[in-house]
DNA sequence: GATGAATGAGTCTTCATTCAT
DNA sequence: AATGAATGAAGACTCATTCAT
């Protein structure tokens, strides 16, 4: 009979109106104010449920984070040959960052900007493992390079932020053809 | 009727104080006081040498851009081989990374948040014709795939910025050795 | 819910710190900190009230302009006759502007620099429409001399603002015997 | 063998752009800076010629005030009647409001808000004895009403400071006729 | 004399946060 | 829980004036 009276509906609709606006002109175009009026509450509001803007942002930083992992491992098999799961895992993420513009971009301002704790930020990478095991299963059946997953990931899915970014600011359009390309390119890269 | 002139030095000065504050805390935790202590003169100063802050920041997006781009032909000899030729950018980009991490910290930080005006970011990409042309002469000489700048870019140079934050970060060390596999890998993805 | 108000009184605080800052030094010295100070608030309550300084500025008009107006007319009877109908209301300025004292000088600073927007200036002219309606019966009647308003109020009225800020100023003293001498040159220089 | 370094025509063409400037945008608007600019040298340079910004005004007030007086009594002749000698000086005046637009303007700027040191103003003050003396003439001959000069200047000249101002905003066209007009009210008002 | 650079103090305004209801 | 009012500290920027040549 827990007494759940902060609303989720509320919360979720300071993350939202956080995003957008981070999204539009960057972290210092977000004031306190505008996000109440986005998610048209009192500012004072905000701090029923979160503690101050830091927080606020951090905690932003790992819902994000969480729902685009869970985006990730959509259809993940891992019985599947390493390939295979690959291919699932890379159109996934590509998909992600085509359709839930938003969200990608907001990451990818995260990850370039010291806006989020460093702290924050290794708890948000933990739900990557399962991709690191699949990569870990491919160097030991000799289909993948004997490299980092730092690199593997560098060459393989980091990519697609840029193409993503550059399709988002109407300088290179992608479409499906293209995207099977890409992943080919991909694909070569971190394949023995 | 000799008089005092702007000096080359205080500019300088007032850049690169802009370029540290916006590195360690983020834009937003540079405001112009601090730039204008650190470079060690009065705020009022610095709107001498610029006409506001989006203009400081722009022309420091600008000439570190310019930094950048001079670094990454260092050595370019266009008469080489494709391979060779390219070999010579790439490590001419990943030393930069590695060396001047302020500088290349600034630039990604630059390119994924909305603080440069478009129109500038737009100047800052012209000098890399010269790694795009070097494409062109690939494909046609049936030595590299045939796809977009875009593609190469985002797989080939791309995420040399992932990896050299991740050195930054102390989350994976980069040596002599690592920067070599990471050039195979490189080319191993652009190559027909 | 109750929640504490916009408090009528704060406004008023302040609107009148604002009159006796531009009064005694002028507009350009009447910081919005002194005001603050004055009214006994921090400067950013300012603008919960008030947009910015010139809307500040244009409400103070606008509220004085609609007082004196108000002022002008008490016990104005349109029944009697043009003279003593003129009578009244041109005393009931002349009260005004030496008992008003504050009041008086920030209008007569406010119509002669170039400190409120035109447009309010033509707003808080509206209210004198009465005595342009008396001053069109008084020609009807060949009492007053056929001339426009504008001469009209230049030689009957405008003549006060000298006189009172003269008294101000402890140029000439204004007493009851001289403000009927006054009263009857302001007449003879209408009537027919 | 006096040496003039300073040069008359550079304190000139200060004196005019602080007049311009102060005229379309109001004290406030007037920095030395853009007066700098306007007068085409350098903000220092300024200082070689006045002690201070509050010196430069009422330097300015004092010329202009000065060239003002000058004007009233071209022509005048003290050996005519009363009348036209009050007419000389009148239509002087009108003119002057009429024609010297930005002079006048300023005159009534800075008799209206405390811009002006007061010993200044009550020095600028004094050009206008001759007037006075007229008035006493006037009044010992019994041709004028026996009123103090101060409500002579209030009902008499006072006014043409109403009509001009509403001539320059476009209130009330002044004409040819209308000033012949406006003499008669004025000298209705002072005769006896 | 003349000047462009330099500046401390100050301008208006906004912000993240707290208060009081 | 919810909120509009309130605010001290800070933001970008400007100003009258002085410096150094």
């Not at 009192?42 to 984070?65: C, G, H, M, R």
């Not at 295979?84 to 900007?113: G, M, P, R, T, Y």
């Not at 010291?114 to 059946?141: F, T």
């Amino acid at each position: 009979m827990a007494i759940r009276q902060k609303s989720d509906k509320k919360r979720a609709s300071l993350l939202n109106a956080t995003m957008k606006l981070v999204n539009n002109q960057g972290f210092h175009a977000a004031p306190m104010s505008k996000i109440a009026k986005m998610a048209e509450m009192s500012p004072a509001t905000i701090y029923i449920y979160f503690e101050n803007k830091q927080d606020l942002i951090n905690q932003l930083y790992l819902e994000v984070k969480a729902s685009f992992s869970a985006f990730a491992f959509k259809n993940y098999n891992e019985e599947t040959c390493v390939k295979e799961s690959f291919k699932q895992i890379w159109f996934n993420i590509a998909n992600f960052k085509i359709n839930q513009v938003e969200e990608a971009n907001f990451l990818s301002q995260c990850d370039n900007a010291p806006i989020i704790d460093e702290e924050i930020k290794r708890e948000g990478l933990k739900h990557l493992q399962p991709l690191v095991d699949l990569w870990e299963r491919g160097k030991n059946e000799q289909i993948l390079k004997p490299i980092s997953p730092y690199l593997m990931y560098a060459f393989s899915i980091y990519p697609l932020a840029f193409l993503t970014n550059s399709h988002y600011k109407k300088g290179c359009e992608i479409n499906d053809e293209r995207i099977h390309v890409a992943f080919n390119v991909a694909w070569d890269s971190i394949k023995l």
